[in-house]
């Protein structure tokens, strides 16, 4: 069964997905003015967790129940038996086992990266059941070189000794990506991705095995038309967020977006690549205006 409890501005809540594995979710009450009102549905990317969305769900649950997901094999949620799972249709089982059990019939979704394919085969899986989507530096058309930059790093590296040896090591990798960062601001992100082991040392807080499917020939996924699956978002309110410097979202390929969809917003994020934090000043304000055009029932 579920368990709840309190914590923070959070309730943990766990359940399981379909094959037996157990999963966590924080789950922000929100206002009880709110009750009625569809939840949002906050979903990370490939190689990052529940905290990613640690300052966005608090101010996302002034205005209605916010849930953040975290995938299989990342944070709190248990790895996965089979590797081979770690792709993104199981993730969509694993979300609709939550919303089942929680009765959720609609709701909105925040995807940053593979939270927001994730998103987008919920969209065309689920008719009618999304009253609205932020798309984080993602859609249906992917960069090649930023893909395969992914793929070189997702499930390799060591450990750090300490906190401040981890985030010098992740700014290294990831400096074109944020390059204004300073110490401060990658100890911070670095605290979000990594986690202490019992034997004092600091590692990525994931399953380094979510890097299988990507080894093998169209792996995650790739290579497979999501344009219908764009498309099944409709005439919700929709928002692309794309940072400026991103290597995965085109500009070209948001405007595409932006033209497909009626109700489709593009909003770039200066001066950060793939991706945005959703903690920028430019990003927040648009989901502020997002969030204040969906359904309040």
């Not at 906050?42 to 529940?50: Q, S, T």
């Not at 380094?208 to 995650?220: E, F, S, T, W």
């Amino acid at each position: 069964m579920a368990k709840q409890e309190s914590r923070r501005d959070w309730s943990d809540h766990y359940w399981w997905s379909p094959d037996g594995v157990r999963l966590h979710a924080r789950v922000y009450a929100g206002p009880e003015a709110a009750a009625q009102a569809p939840p949002i549905l906050c979903m990370p990317g490939l190689a990052r967790n529940a905290r990613d969305f640690e300052l966005l769900a608090p101010h996302l649950a002034q205005y209605r129940k916010t849930i953040v997901v975290e995938f299989r094999g990342r944070g709190e949620s248990a790895f996965a038996k089979d590797p081979m799972t770690y792709v993104p249709l199981t993730y969509v089982q694993d979300v609709v086992a939550l919303l089942d059990e929680l009765g959720i019939e609609r709701f909105a979704t925040i995807g940053t990266s593979l939270g927001g394919l994730v998103s987008m085969l919920m969209a065309a899986t689920l008719p009618g059941r999304l009253t609205g989507a932020v798309l984080n530096d993602v859609g249906p058309e992917l960069e090649t070189a930023g893909l395969e930059r992914i793929r070189d790093y997702i499930g390799a590296g060591g450990s750090q000794p300490t906190w401040m040896h981890a985030a010098r090591a992740f700014s290294e990798l990831n400096a074109a990506i944020y390059p204004g960062y300073g110490i401060h601001d990658w100890l911070r992100l670095t605290k979000r991705t990594h986690r202490l082991t019992a034997e004092g040392r600091i590692v990525t807080d994931y399953d380094k095995q979510i890097a299988a499917p990507l080894r093998v020939p169209n792996g995650g996924d790739a290579g497979v038309d999501l344009w219908p699956a764009y498309r099944a978002l409709g005439d919700v309110p929709l928002l692309i967020l794309r940072g400026a410097l991103s290597d995965i979202l085109a500009r070209a390929a948001g405007e595409k977006m932006v033209a497909e969809l009626t109700h489709a917003r593009l909003v770039e994020v200066p001066g950060v690549g793939h991706a945005p934090t959703m903690d920028e000043p430019e990003a927040r304000a648009a989901i502020d205006a997002w969030v204040a055009s969906l359904p309040s029932a």
